[in-house]
């Protein structure tokens, strides 16, 4: 089978994410990661909130590479 559909649908999956990530942090900055969740998930089971925070730490962790996002001493984010 060839990998490309899957492949492009997980980067626009991956870039819609990103996308209401920064949403979210421009809306309720400075922010920590898990207070990020349930802006950028909805309602998770429970069971699935650290992991959901452990994938948006990622996204962050991108944009603050790519100048769009700046982690403070304390912890939270903020958008750039």
Do not use: I, Q
Request: aromatic share 2%; with cysteine.
């Amino acid at each position: 089978p060839d990998p490309n559909p899957l492949l492009h649908a997980l980067l626009h999956h991956r870039r819609e994410r990103e996308a209401l990530v920064l949403a979210a942090l421009r809306t309720h900055c400075p922010a920590t990661a898990e207070a990020l969740v349930p802006p950028v998930y909805g309602a998770l089971d429970p069971k699935l909130v650290r992991a959901a925070g452990h994938s948006l730490l990622a996204h962050l962790r991108k944009l603050e590479g790519e100048g769009m996002a700046m982690e403070e001493k304390s912890g939270r984010w903020v958008a750039c």
